[in-house]
């Protein structure tokens, strides 16, 4: 039987934990994009004089727009080579960046693409906080299993992050419709990450306190 392309449902019992990618290469995929796309924004000017053929893309913007596309399917199609699976996060995230990303370049409209992180933050806030509704916790379809948590902790989880990508929707539309291109590129890049950080570290007492890992541990120790 062959393997999922998608991460399967964390709470199957029968799902052990998969080998996952060594976390600076899950990082270098992650992040490689985006700085792909705020180098080739910056020096758009220098790009194009060295390969002409990316003028063809247009201004600056347009240039990194062409190039964090071509930068994501890479990502992709590498985690997929390494893992033989695609996480559910970057995996939507990367659609959206290819619809949009081709929006913005076929119509040489920059607003698809800064748009772009709005769609992304408020579908995955919507859908985490909307599975919480119907009594799902989605959140380790998100986090691939990371960790593992009982029942109040994945919802506490759920609950926050789903809020948080709801801010980043909200930051996201004010930082582009009231800032320049530019300061726009230079917050996606040097500002969601620190602040996904900070959050990310906020909630691990949180996590320490619903993991079941030290639960079993404390058990086996009596």
């Known amino acids: 039987m062959n393997p ?16 996952g990618l060594n976390p600076l290469l899950k990082l270098a995929l992650e992040l490689g994009p985006l700085l792909v796309f705020f180098f080739a924004n910056a020096r758009g000017a220098w790009l194009t004089q060295k390969f002409p053929v990316l003028a063809e893309f247009g201004g600056p913007i347009f240039v990194a727009t062409g190039l964090f596309m ?20 970057p995996l939507v995230s990367g659609i959206v960046v290819l619809v949009f990303g ?3 370049l076929y119509l040489q409209d920059d607003v698809f693409i800064k748009m772009k992180p709005t769609i992304v933050n408020t579908l995955f806030g919507g859908v985490l906080l909307g599975g919480l509704f119907f009594g799902k ?29 709801l801010f980043l929707a909200v930051v996201n539309e004010v930082v582009w419709r009231h800032f ?15 602040i996904t950080l900070v959050f990310t570290v906020s909630q691990m ?3 320490m306190r619903h993991s079941l890992e030290d639960k079993t541990g404390e ?3 009596k």
């Open 70 to 89: 071509a930068a994501t399917a890479i990502a992709l199609l590498v985690s997929w080579l390494l893992t033989r699976t695609l996480p559910i996060m």
């Open 205 to 207: 007492p949180l996590i």
């Open 4 to 19: 999922p392309i998608l991460e399967r449902d964390p709470s199957d019992p029968q799902k052990g934990r998969k080998e």
């Open 180 to 194: 320049s291109t530019d300061a726009w590129v230079t917050f996606k890049v040097w500002g969601i990450m620190p």
């Open 137 to 165: 916790s989605l959140l380790g379809y998100v986090f691939d299993s990371a960790f593992s948590l009982d029942a109040e902790g994945w919802r506490k989880l759920t609950f926050r992050w789903g809020l948080f990508f």
């Open 102 to 104: 081709a929006l913005t």
């Open 219 to 221: 058990k086996a120790g």
